[in-house]
């Protein structure tokens, strides 16, 4: 059977960096009807939390208003052969250039139509540090590049994929108007070794 890898992190109440509580309650409390035993474990939860968080999907809803929202993505979309585009070692806050994104591509075997591209940075270890804001970006370009190339879906280990400063949020734009999804704070990357793997990213 295929090994398989959680590429999510774990979201920690109180750790978290955003809004994520979790209050513990009697499953009674939720429904009246239900008969709680005494001693009975029977518990379930109320939680408070914003979506932007860990690691998470970013529909294009995010910036475009008329386009979908994560429920109406389908679920094709979300599945799939991906490649792994090893772009570490680039310097802090550097913009990924075509050809680099081109190379790690071609370092790979190849981006195939209706791939899932994960783009690994080498940032995952920095998740939660200063240093997790210095991770490379790729250009408008490379990701223009990165849709001619057929890709249905994004994944990478930072968090995000704009240009920094960009109010206008141009790399979104290039990858929503192509109605491409964007996972954010994608990790584990360190524990796979192929560089074309299964992944299925369902919400």
């Not at 008969?35 to 475009?64: C, D, F, K, R």
């Not at 200063?130 to 994944?155: M, N, R, S």
């Not at 929503?176 to 299925?200: C, K």
Request: glycine fraction near 8%; charge should be negative.
């Amino acid at each position: 059977m295929p090994r398989v890898i959680d590429l999510s992190h774990v979201i920690v109440p109180g750790e978290a960096g955003r809004t994520f509580e979790i209050e513990m309650v009697g499953a009674e409390e939720i429904n009246p009807n239900v008969v709680h035993l005494p001693g009975q474990w029977y518990i379930m939860h109320n939680v408070n939390m914003v979506s932007h968080i860990a690691t998470h999907i970013e529909a294009p809803y995010h910036i475009l208003k008329e386009r979908a929202d994560l429920a109406q993505i389908p679920l094709e979309q979300l599945c799939g052969e991906a490649v792994v585009l090893d772009l570490r070692g680039l310097p802090p806050r550097s913009g990924i250039t075509v050809a680099q994104m081109r190379a790690a591509a071609n370092a790979a075997g190849g981006i195939q139509e209706g791939d899932i591209a994960l783009l690994n940075l080498g940032y995952a270890a920095h998740y939660g540090t200063d240093a997790y804001a210095d991770a490379p970006y790729p250009t408008t370009e490379a990701i223009h590049w990165l849709v001619e190339q057929g890709i249905k879906l994004v994944g990478v280990d930072a968090s995000g994929v704009e240009v920094p400063g960009s109010e206008e949020h141009v790399n979104h734009h290039a990858f929503f108007e192509a109605d491409i999804p964007v996972i954010e704070n994608v990790t584990g990357y360190d524990q796979l070794t192929r560089s074309r793997v299964m992944v299925y990213a369902f919400p």
